[in-house]
């Protein structure tokens, strides 16, 4: 068989292919291959132009903006940051959330000067870039990211809701709160009814059912709203405001800034955190997206964070001088890209290009829009950005004051003064938290609980120690640490409380209260190795042996306990499942009693206690159907050799649970295979007759003994090098030969046969905790080794 040669999962998509050394999303080597367009990106970018288009003009709108502007902030977004940007797939243009930023700019200095302010921003952006801080903008807590979007939609809803009526926005909603009565009273019909139409078609159109409702959902519902309402405007006669598109040779570009040089800088630095936190956080959820479309994988690698700022300042900087809006990543847009089944930045760009056509081509056709319609479409945008599902996930997490004062602070203050409040709420309730320790403790069942809840500080010492002393003297005690942090003050109390306890005659269990749960512990000044006493597995060794030199000698084993210490190990250890995972699990595994089990795959491996099938496949209940024997053996069926153990779990497996695949896995250093190597073969059909029960089970891997030894050499090389030893060998020959012994079974014949059935081979080498996955043809005999699955560490 061939030489095999490792595939890294994750892999970047040839676009983001680079050699081992040069920077992210450099270019590859050698000669650069002829563009080509992928279908998938054509009609992606058709659908993200359709939502873009109306969407531009009513952002452009609602800032009051000239409305090319919309449309020059949409092309430069698609083309520069598709072109230049990390993220391949996000879609960056005019967003909801500089809105309200740019209609003050705009109302402040003017709108040249605010071009200029874009400039700077973008200047700013580029030198963020530069000094690769991307990831620092996602340290920002998402309660005041929520909060700041859920004030600007506030805004932007008020705002448009009085051309919606008919009538004029004020600067600022305290403002248009109070002009709203009279605006109520005095209502403009046309505009109203075109309102109205808009946002109907606007919610009923994604949720036409059938058939039908699945092919005209193919269109996007604001072209729908959009298109719907200037058309009936139009066929009725309706007299109202409509698009206005001065001629490009009058449109306005970028002059120097005209202001006060501190009013200015905090301008761009506005512009600058609204763009840069929307668009990265804008890159991370897109990854997501990705993540969840399999025919992206290998195709799309994750976002350079750090390029696509680069490529945010790059857009703002051409759009600003071009007369444009300020630029981010939009999420409409974005998430329309992946669902209509994009695969690279070639839509991205394609999107920005029917822009230009557009602003050129169609302007007689743009000009017969209403700006009512307009106005309710940012409307509703602006509704949907104060999400529910925001608001019960900061609940969850106890941070609903962050977003709360943020949201307030942003609708009535500005958007910098109403992050800042959150900023300072957020460090106020972190400190709080740091603070404040509860800790009780109770008696259940002649058990003392001590729970602590909180971070254990020296603040918390005093009270720590007087609960613990409230313990008596010889009982069992189960402490339990409910946080994620422990200073060296708090730990010496406890370790020294633990010691005294114990040696009057008690037992100590320290434990988290939630799995996975980590207390950050002080390093021993010593560098001896200091495990925490809650640590999951009892026989991790972290006093290697002393010679008399005082060196360590890592080949002493350790000593072996008696039969009552593993027989406590055991009882903690249910007792700790009981305690920490029972209710976790508890819910999906009364789920499994109630359906049956449902796996999808038959994991045959090896009974030795190294491996941990739920861990070196992240599996959990009711995934695997396990069947563990010593050297992972398939016998042949038949009444001589057979086994009826085996068989009975195989065609169980593959007849009554439907199973899709069948994993053979073996493993280093197996000592069914050292047996194997070392015994000597008996006679021809005496096998049976072996002296003991283990013998005459390895009788079933003789043949992958014969296998080896007939083998010309002509294997494959474990992830690109020789077996290290015999014993290696005959394991992975071993897996392939159990393979063959598979087919042989009815069951598992019949079912590769229909194409209803797979089969795997694994190889894991203890030592280095890495699974080697050999593939290959079902009909094959022989399967090739053709790529490593690293473990997570």
Not at 754 to 772: D, I, R, S, T
Request: aromatic share 4%.
């Amino acid at each position: 068989m061939s030489a095999c040669v490792p595939a890294r999962t994750g892999s970047a998509s040839p676009e983001h292919v680079h050699p081992p050394h040069s920077p992210p999303h450099s270019p590859p080597d050698g000669p650069r291959r002829r563009f080509r367009v992928d279908g998938a990106d054509v009609s992606a970018s058709i659908a993200v132009f359709l939502i873009a288009l109306p969407l531009s003009l009513g952002i452009a709108l609602a800032t009051g903006a000239p409305l090319q502007a919309g449309l020059v902030a949409a092309a430069v977004g698609g083309i520069v940051v598709g072109w230049i940007g990390g993220c391949p797939l996000q879609v960056s243009g005019p967003a909801a959330g500089l809105t309200v930023v740019t209609a003050d700019l705009i109302q402040q200095y003017g709108w040249r000067t605010t071009c200029a302010i874009t400039v700077l921003a973008g200047i700013a952006q580029l030198g963020l870039g530069c000094l690769r801080v991307a990831r620092t903008a996602l340290a920002v807590s998402p309660a005041i990211v929520h909060g700041m979007l859920a004030g600007i939609g506030v805004t932007i809803a008020v705002a448009q809701l009085h051309i919606v009526l008919g009538g004029t926005p004020q600067s600022a909603v305290p403002d248009n709160l109070r002009a709203l009565p009279a605006q109520l009273a005095n209502l403009h019909a046309a505009d109203v009814w075109v309102s109205a139409l808009t946002l109907g078609l606007l919610l009923l159109w994604p949720r036409v059912p059938g058939r039908i409702g699945q092919l005209m959902r193919t269109v996007p519902a604001a072209l729908v709203a959009v298109a719907g309402a200037t058309a009936v405007a139009a066929l009725a006669g309706l007299r109202l405001p409509k698009v206005d598109l001065p001629s490009w040779n009058s449109h306005a570009l970028a002059t120097l800034p005209d202001g006060p040089v501190l009013g200015i800088a905090a301008a761009v630095l506005t512009i600058t955190l609204v763009c840069s936190v929307q668009s990265l956080l804008g890159a991370v959820a897109v990854d997501k997206l990705v993540s969840a479309r399999p025919d992206l994988t290998g195709r799309v690698g994750r976002s350079d964070l750090d390029r696509e700022l680069l490529g945010q300042g790059a857009s703002n900087i051409v759009s600003g001088a071009l007369g444009g809006l300020p630029i981010a990543g939009v999420a409409v847009r974005s998430t329309a890209n992946v669902n209509a089944g994009a695969v690279s930045r070639n839509s991205t760009m394609l999107h920005g290009g029917l822009v230009v056509i557009a602003a050129l081509l169609m302007v007689p056709v743009l000009e017969l829009i209403p700006l009512a319609s307009l106005a309710a479409l940012v409307m509703a945008v602006g509704i949907q950005m104060v999400s529910l599902n925001h608001i019960r996930t900061v609940t969850r997490h106890r941070e609903v004051m962050v977003y709360a004062v943020t949201t307030c602070g942003v609708v009535f203050f500005g958007v910098l003064e109403g992050v800042a409040l959150g900023i300072a709420v957020a460090v106020a309730v972190a400190l709080h938290r740091l603070t404040r320790t509860r800790i009780t403790h109770h008696e259940t069942e002649r058990v003392h609980h001590v729970h602590v809840r909180g971070q254990l500080t020296f603040l918390a010492v005093p009270r720590l120690s007087r609960a613990l002393h409230q313990v008596p003297q010889g009982v069992d005690v189960v402490v339990e640490l409910d946080g994620s942090f422990m200073d060296h003050a708090a730990y010496e109390t406890l370790q020294d409380w633990q010691k005294t306890h114990t040696a009057h005659g008690g037992a100590v269990d320290i434990t988290g209260r939630r799995p996975g749960t980590r207390i950050s512990e002080p390093a021993d000044e010593s560098g001896n190795c200091r495990c925490r006493p809650w640590t999951a597995w009892r026989n991790h060794q972290c006093e290697p042996p002393r010679t008399t030199a005082g060196t360590v000698d890592r080949t002493e084993p350790a000593e072996p306990s008696d039969g009552r210490e593993s027989g406590r190990a055991l009882a903690r250890g249910i007792s700790a499942f009981q305690r920490n995972t029972a209710p976790l699990v508890r819910g999906e595994l009364a789920r499994l009693a109630r359906e049956g089990q449902q796996p999808s795959q038959l994991f045959l491996t090896c009974a030795d206690s190294r491996l941990v099938t739920s861990m070196i496949t992240s599996s959990g209940p009711g995934d695997l159907f396990v069947v563990r024997n010593v050297g992972n053996l398939v016998p042949l069926p038949g009444a001589e050799s057979g086994d009826d153990s085996v068989a009975a779990a195989i065609e169980y497996a593959v007849d009554v649970l439907k199973v899709r695949s069948i994993t053979v896995c073996g493993h280093s250093g197996c000592g069914a295979m050292q047996a194997l190597l070392s015994s000597e073969a008996p006679e021809p059909g005496t096998e049976h007759r072996a002296h003991t029960p283990l013998k005459r089970w390895l009788r079933h891997g003789r043949p992958s003994l014969h296998r080896m030894t007939e083998d010309d050499g002509s294997w494959a090389p474990l992830a690109g090098r020789r077996p290290a030893d015999a014993i290696e060998r005959l394991g992975l020959t071993n897996v392939v030969q159990q393979l063959a012994h598979l087919r042989a079974h009815d069951s598992v014949a019949r079912a590769l046969q229909e194409g209803a059935l797979e089969l795997h081979g694994m190889y894991f080498h203890v030592g280095e905790a890495q699974a080697y996955l050999l593939t290959g043809q079902a009909d094959q005999e022989v399967f090739e080794l053709v790529r490593e699955v690293e473990l997570p560490a």
